[in-house]
Nanobody
């Protein structure tokens, strides 16, 4: 089994910053892509940013230039630095990881979600 543990959500003022972290643990052979999705009330879950194991990145247009995704050297932790936050960034943020387990099966895993609220 694989678990994703998220941290770092909370309340920020417009123009402020927050940093999200997500660490994968368990029966891991290799962590492939990792990323962050978000879901606001009444909306579908959408991709915010993702990063491949080789360092390639992909961002939603709405966060380009404001958010930065990164991973640690062990490739099991992903970060999302969120700057210049806007009220429309308010959502539950979910960590995602594509993991090849020790049985060599590749499966998508999700974190439990962390609330980000941007409000004055």
């Amino acid at each position: 089994q694989v678990q994703l543990m998220e941290s770092g959500g909370g309340l920020a003022q417009p123009g402020g910053s927050l940093r999200l972290s997500c660490t994968a643990s368990g029966s891991i052979f290799r962590v492939n892509d990792m990323g962050w999705y978000r879901q606001a009330p009444g909306n579908q879950r959408e991709l915010v940013a993702s990063m491949t194991s080789s360092g390639g990145t992909n961002y939603a247009d709405s966060v380009k230039g404001r958010f930065t995704i990164s991973r640690d050297n062990a490739k099991t932790t992903v970060y999302l630095q969120m700057n210049s936050l806007k009220p429309e960034d308010t959502a539950v943020y979910y960590c995602h990881a594509s993991v090849t387990t020790t049985t060599r099966a590749t499966t998508n895993y999700w974190g439990q979600g962390t609330q980000v609220t941007v409000s004055s």
